[in-house]
């Protein structure tokens, strides 16, 4: 199985496409208007496994947050290699999304082309956009204008003190939720629909159109205990899909509404993007989080990949080796034990799914 996991986007691309070919099964390819940092073409490239005119759909997406995708393109090629095709009952289909946001996964970054957090973007953005209170006293901390020297060290200082003064959930959320309001910022959900956002919409739009029942498993990394895959649900006890989540997954369902989840709550996300366009089918959606690295060093790699692209000058900095290493180490476990475990898990879940979706 390591061989399904790739070291970088055109690798994970290449694996994927070679195994959809083996598989002989339905591909859809949409090309990204830019290139990755080896001038490589970019694209989102989705595989129907199973009957097309399947009422009940698993979609499984990768790299929703760019650089996460290692861990679920991995995944989607191993489906492919083992033939699930084959043990798909004949209502079921599963449906693989590889890389939502495939800018983001080559130039190893978890935001888009556009600094925007995809996972934030999928709010409706006719109605006002959700505000974020508490942000605007962060944001000039979270992206100084200098990564060294006095600068850097105040920034630090306040933020230290605003974790002090609110607890590390609240910082946490504050941060993380998705905000609207700063283009260069953390967490930037973006001022419309994105490409990938546009991209996903319309597929589903066309394709799912038929669908009653879908379920959503968008594979994610960087939060929770290393290897460890948390299944995130939505809603809490009383909602339908949230009781639809924890009867197919079982009791370690975790709701950032319940408050036990290694997630905060999230302005738009991408589950919201397959209802509305698929406003007549049944949905249950949930992300399921890969632990790497403990949050507070998560935070800080994101936190210093913003601001590389934001202030530091990106390809022509000095920190750029050793931030794009950071974020590696942050969002792709890479040893072997790891790979096991997400290989494992992601194979269960999945499993999971397509027999909720088929009950
Ligand atoms: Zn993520």
Same mark, same amino acid.
């Given at each position: 199985m390591y061989k399904y996991f790739a070291s970088d986007y055109a690798e994970a691309r290449s694996k994927f496409l070679m195994a959809a070919e083996s598989a002989d099964v339905p591909l859809w390819q949409f090309d990204h208007p830019l290139t990755g940092p080896n001038d490589e073409a970019l694209g989102t490239d989705i595989v129907w496994l199973g009957a097309r005119d399947a009422r009940h759909v698993v979609v499984a997406g990768s790299a929703t947050h760019g650089i996460e995708g290692f861990c679920g393109s991995g995944c989607q090629t191993g489906f492919l290699t083992e033939n699930w095709k084959s043990r798909l009952a004949k209502d079921i289909a599963l449906v693989l999304v590889h890389a939502n946001n495939p800018h983001g996964f080559a130039h190893q970054r978890r935001v888009n082309e556009d600094n925007i957090d995809l996972n934030?973007?999928?709010?409706?953005?006719?109605?006002?956009?959700?505000?974020?209170?508490?942000?605007?006293?962060?944001?000039?901390?979270?992206?100084?204008?200098?990564?060294?020297?006095?600068?850097?060290?105040? #920034? /630090?200082?306040?933020?230290? +003190?605003?974790?002090?003064? &609110?607890?590390? =959930?609240? !910082?946490?959320?504050?941060?993380?939720?998705?905000?609207?309001?700063?283009?260069?910022?953390?967490?930037?959900?973006?001022?419309?629909?994105?490409?990938?956002?546009?991209?996903?919409?319309?597929?589903?739009?066309?394709?799912l159109a038929e669908a009653k029942r879908i379920a959503v498993v968008d594979f994610h990394t960087g939060l929770g205990p290393r290897g460890y895959g948390e299944i995130i649900g939505r809603g809490g006890p009383g909602d339908p899909q949230y009781e639809r989540t924890v009867a197919w997954y079982g009791p370690d369902v975790k709701s950032a509404v319940v408050g036990n989840s290694a997630s905060v709550r999230l302005n738009g996300t991408i589950d919201f993007g397959y209802r509305r366009s698929c406003p007549d089918a049944e949905q249950t959606a949930i992300t399921l989080?890969?632990?790497?690295?403990?949050?507070?060093?998560?935070?800080?790699?994101?936190? #210093? /990949?913003?601001?590389?692209? +934001?202030?530091?000058?990106? &390809?022509?900095? =000095?920190? !750029?080796?050793?931030?794009?290493?950071?974020?590696?180490?942050?969002?792709?476990?890479?040893?072997?034990?790891?790979?096991?475990?997400?290989?494992?898990?992601?194979?269960?879940?999945?499993?999971?799914?397509?027999?909720?979706?088929?009950?």
């Amino acid at each position: 199985m390591y061989k399904y996991f790739a070291s970088d986007y055109a690798e994970a691309r290449s694996k994927f496409l070679m195994a959809a070919e083996s598989a002989d099964v339905p591909l859809w390819q949409f090309d990204h208007p830019l290139t990755g940092p080896n001038d490589e073409a970019l694209g989102t490239d989705i595989v129907w496994l199973g009957a097309r005119d399947a009422r009940h759909v698993v979609v499984a997406g990768s790299a929703t947050h760019g650089i996460e995708g290692f861990c679920g393109s991995g995944c989607q090629t191993g489906f492919l290699t083992e033939n699930w095709k084959s043990r798909l009952a004949k209502d079921i289909a599963l449906v693989l999304v590889h890389a939502n946001n495939p800018h983001g996964f080559a130039h190893q970054r978890r935001v888009n082309e556009d600094n925007i957090d995809l996972n934030r973007n999928f709010i409706d953005f006719d109605v006002e956009t959700p505000q974020s209170p508490g942000f605007a006293e962060l944001h000039p901390a979270l992206v100084p204008e200098a990564w060294d020297g006095p600068i850097r060290e105040s #920034a /630090d200082a306040a933020i230290e +003190a605003y974790k002090a003064r &609110e607890g590390l =959930p609240a !910082f946490q959320q504050v941060t993380s939720r998705g905000q609207y309001n700063f283009p260069d910022g953390l967490f930037f959900g973006g001022s419309g629909p994105s490409w990938s956002r546009r991209t996903i919409e319309g597929f589903a739009r066309k394709h799912l159109a038929e669908a009653k029942r879908i379920a959503v498993v968008d594979f994610h990394t960087g939060l929770g205990p290393r290897g460890y895959g948390e299944i995130i649900g939505r809603g809490g006890p009383g909602d339908p899909q949230y009781e639809r989540t924890v009867a197919w997954y079982g009791p370690d369902v975790k709701s950032a509404v319940v408050g036990n989840s290694a997630s905060v709550r999230l302005n738009g996300t991408i589950d919201f993007g397959y209802r509305r366009s698929c406003p007549d089918a049944e949905q249950t959606a949930i992300t399921l989080e890969f632990g790497t690295l403990p949050l507070e060093e998560v935070h800080e790699a994101i936190r #210093a /990949d913003n601001w590389l692209y +934001a202030k530091g000058g990106a &390809e022509t900095s =000095p920190h !750029f080796n050793s931030i794009k290493a950071q974020m590696r180490a942050a969002f792709y476990g890479e040893d072997s034990k790891w790979k096991q475990d997400i290989w494992a898990r992601g194979q269960e879940i999945v499993d999971q799914a397509l027999n909720g979706v088929g009950n």
